[in-house]
């Protein structure tokens, strides 16, 4: 029997987590801590939530006391730590609570562990969930022709270089996790992992709000040229990965999990724009014409390109679907799963941000 907290469990990656464990691990109990802002929603998980297996517990994980009582009372043994504030743009507008949830909240779960658990270390383990977007950018010295668009990656020992608020507060608990590893012995692991995409994701991001609007027939907004490179991952890999790292990784070790796939955001638009007007019937070329190239984001970094090699070599894992393929399965949901969508960008979700960010 394992009692399993995973943090931000309702939200995009931390669902699919979630589902997996739950279903994968009947003898586990899995709890989900989640805040539910914006971006956590109960829907992601309808069809675990009556599983025997599965809690759901409302809460900060800023609220010390409360993650501690909750540690005891589900006697905690295994932590995966998702909760974040998670949008690049967002914490352009508004650091602050980039730097109170991804820093402090991490900061507050560390001490929790520590506390409960109380230099127990046997069979316990503090996992956090990171990007690679916290060792800054890379060079775009290969442009032209097929990926890679570099000659350099991030591997595992490259420095921390973060540029927006959001990279700087992942760094910074990133850092507060190998303090505790380090000063207390807290037995923890670390993932820093590439730009995910897939089912449930908040249509804020590139890949759901390009599909949202092109069945709306809404703008497309490109930052700068479009000439800006990430290497995308499916989110079930993702997850697959977190299995494999949660039961085989080394404890004290960090791992970097990628796609090996890099794309410039002005080909994924493409990509993104000819799957969905063939999925929706529209004649070729028309979501083209809703390519609008914007202002581009403030430190927009160049290249994201993740060296995953360590994690391959050492628990075999690998990811399994072409981007294509992913992108199609991706589109095909969206579009099946429009009362999700329209839920999310309905109202009541606006109403919520405009009281949590003062603007609709
Ligand atoms: P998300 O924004 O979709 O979900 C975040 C979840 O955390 C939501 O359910 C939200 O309700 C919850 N949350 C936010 N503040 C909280 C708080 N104070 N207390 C408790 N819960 C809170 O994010 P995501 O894209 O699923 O990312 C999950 C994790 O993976 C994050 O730590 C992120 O930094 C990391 N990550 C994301 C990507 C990506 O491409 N999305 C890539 C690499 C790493
Ligand atoms: P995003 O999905 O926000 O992820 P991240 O900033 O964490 O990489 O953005 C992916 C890329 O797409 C990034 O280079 C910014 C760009 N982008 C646009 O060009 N237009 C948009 O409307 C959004 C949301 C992103």
């Given at each position: 029997m394992k009692n399993i907290l995973i943090t931000g469990g309702a939200g995009f990656i931390g669902s699919h987590v979630v589902r997996l464990f739950v279903k994968k691990y009947p003898q586990y109990r899995i709890v989900n801590l989640d805040l539910l802002t914006y971006a956590g929603n109960l829907d992601n998980l309808a069809d675990v939530e009556s599983a025997p297996n599965y809690h759901f517990e409302r809460c900060d994980v800023c609220d010390y006391e409360r993650v501690c009582e909750l540690m005891r009372r589900y006697s905690i043994d295994g932590i995966i730590h998702l909760a974040a504030e998670s949008h690049v743009d967002r914490s352009i507008r508004d650091p602050f609570i980039f730097a109170c949830t991804n820093v402090m909240g991490t900061l507050s779960l560390l001490q929790a562990a520590c506390q409960y658990w109380n230099g127990d270390w046997s069979e316990k383990i503090f996992y956090h969930i990171s990007t690679d977007e916290v060792y800054g950018a890379l060079e775009l010295d290969k442009p032209e022709g097929a990926a890679p668009y570099g000659s350099r990656f991030f591997s595992e020992s490259n420095k921390y270089e973060p540029h927006s608020p959001y990279s700087a507060s992942k760094a910074g608990a990133d850092h507060f996790v190998r303090a505790y590893h380090d000063t207390y012995g807290l037995p923890t692991i670390i993932t820093n992992c590439s730009n995910n995409y897939g089912p449930y994701?908040?249509?804020?991001?590139?890949?759901?709000?390009?599909?949202?609007?092109?069945?709306?027939?809404?703008?497309?907004?490109?930052?700068?040229?479009?000439?800006?490179?990430?290497?995308?991952?499916?989110?079930?890999?993702?997850?697959?990965?977190?299995?494999?790292?949660?039961?085989?990784?080394?404890?004290?070790?960090?791992?970097?999990?990628?796609?090996?796939?890099?794309?410039?955001?002005?080909?994924?638009?493409?990509?993104?724009?000819?799957?969905?007007?063939?999925?929706?019937?529209?004649?070729?070329?028309?979501?083209?014409?809703?390519?609008?190239?914007?202002?581009?984001?403030?430190?927009?970094?160049?290249?994201?390109?993740?060296?995953?090699?360590?994690?391959?070599?050492?628990?075999?894992?690998?990811?399994?679907?072409?981007?294509?393929?992913?992108?199609?399965?991706?589109?095909?949901?969206?579009?099946?799963?429009?009362?999700?969508?329209?839920?999310?960008?309905?109202?009541?979700?606006?109403?919520?941000?405009?009281?949590?960010?003062?603007?609709?």
């Open positions: 994701q908040f249509p804020e991001k590139l890949i759901p709000l390009l599909i949202n609007n092109i069945r709306n027939g809404r703008p497309l907004p490109v930052y700068g040229r479009g000439e800006n490179v990430r290497d995308w991952l499916y989110v079930e890999d993702h997850a697959r990965a977190i299995d494999t790292v949660f039961h085989r990784g080394r404890v004290g070790e960090s791992y970097n999990i990628g796609g090996f796939n890099e794309w410039k955001n002005i080909d994924v638009v493409k990509l993104v724009i000819k799957t969905t007007d063939r999925l929706l019937g529209n004649l070729p070329g028309s979501g083209e014409k809703l390519i609008e190239y914007v202002a581009d984001r403030a430190g927009h970094d160049l290249r994201y390109a993740i060296d995953s090699t360590k994690l391959k070599t050492e628990l075999g894992w690998e990811p399994s679907l072409q981007f294509e393929e992913g992108v199609e399965k991706t589109v095909r949901w969206y579009l099946e799963n429009d009362v999700w969508l329209n839920r999310v960008t309905g109202g009541e979700y606006r109403e919520y941000y405009a009281k949590m960010y003062g603007r609709g």
